[in-house]
């Protein structure tokens, strides 16, 4: 029986890992759709989005069938339970992704014009947390958890910067308001994406070691 529940274990692993990769590659898609204006991988952003949600409802329904059939404890439970917790921010990278698509696409009504915000460098951090954070889960890295946090702070703090220039775009040249407004929609979208990947880091942390790190910051005040 343990060897069959060791089995299931790691094919409810597996599949979150499937899951992982249709979300980062849906932030991919959605991220080139904003740097090329190509439509078409926008199109491809709104048509996985059923696939990333009936992916998660799938896990969720494997997660609980084991937590009511096996009754698990300690490490094995965390993991469960972590499991979960990652399925659902991975669903909401889905989403922050068909958000940019959309918004692009929006976009494609307006005049291209200079914007001042680099939103392939910050879609580059925030991809790249999530990927860290996955490769945590995968490894049961709890110091590698930890350096994803750590980089949360810089996606808040170009997301901020963002805010600043293109509010002075606007005051500045009024006609650039639609594609302004649009460009901070994406960055704080992409902020959102590093804050669920600081979540799932604060997960791998929590099913390895047992501590609850969340609110990180103001405990370490």
Known sequence: MRVKFQQSLDDLK???????????QAIQRATESYTTRDMGA???VLLAEPAINRMEREIDQAAM?????????????RFILAVIRINSDLERVGDQAVNIAMKVR?????????????????ASL???????????????DVEMARSVLMLDDQVDEMNSQAFQSLSALIREKPETTPQA??????????????????NIAE??????????????ASLSD
Request: aromatic residues 6%.
């Open 203 to 216: 997960d791998v942390i929590f099913w390895v070691s047992g501590a609850d790190v969340r609110h990180y």
């Open 181 to 198: 407004l649009s460009t901070l929609i994406i960055s704080r979208n992409l902020e959102r994406v590093g804050d669920h990947a600081t």
């Open 65 to 77: 069938d084991l937590l009511a059939m096996e009754q698990p404890m300690a490490v094995d439970l």
């Open 14 to 24: 597996q599949r979150l890992l499937v899951m992982a990769g249709m979300a980062e």
């Open 42 to 44: 926008c199109e491809l």
């Open 106 to 122: 929006e976009m494609q009504e307006y005049p291209q014009t200079e914007i001042p915000v680099d939103i392939p460098k910050l």
């Open 126 to 140: 925030a991809a790249a947390m999530v990927r860290k954070a996955l490769q945590a889960f995968i490894e049961g």
